[in-house]
Nanobody, 115 residues
Framework: QVQLVESGGGLVQAGGSLKLSCAAS????????MGWYRQAPGKQRELVAK???????TYADSVKGRFTISRDSAKNTVYLQMNSLKSEDTAVYYC?????????WGQGTQVTVSS
């Protein structure tokens, strides 16, 4: 069982920045993949950014050049640095991990960008 706890969401003006954190209960080296998804009201959950244990990093086209995913293995924590935020980035952001055949999700953190 993997537990994921997000933090760092909040209210920010358009053009501003936020950094989300996701603390995992186990070693992130044991995960096949980790990353961030988001879900806006009335929309499906969508991938924001993720990395795999073979070193591949993927970003949604809508966030390329603005968001950066990173990790601190010593802290078992994954981060999402979000710059140049837009109103359309408003959503609940979820941390996720894939370990073996199982997907795990955090509780979500709200990001609201005011225009």
């Amino acid at each position: 069982q993997v537990q994921l706890v997000e933090s760092g969401g909040g209210l920010v003006q358009a053009g501003g920045s936020l950094k989300l954190s996701c603390a995992a209960s186990g070693s992130i080296f044991s995960m096949n993949a980790m990353g961030w998804y988001r879900q806006a009201p009335g929309k499906q959950r969508e991938l924001v950014a993720k990395f795999t244990n073979i070193g591949r990093t993927t970003y949604a086209d809508s966030v390329k050049g603005r968001f950066t995913i990173s990790r601190d293995s010593a802290k078992n924590t994954v981060y999402l640095q979000m710059n140049s935020l837009k109103s359309e980035d408003t959503a609940v952001y979820y941390c996720y991990a894939l370990k073996g055949w199982n997907n795990y999700w955090g509780q979500g953190t709200q990001v609201t960008v005011s225009s």
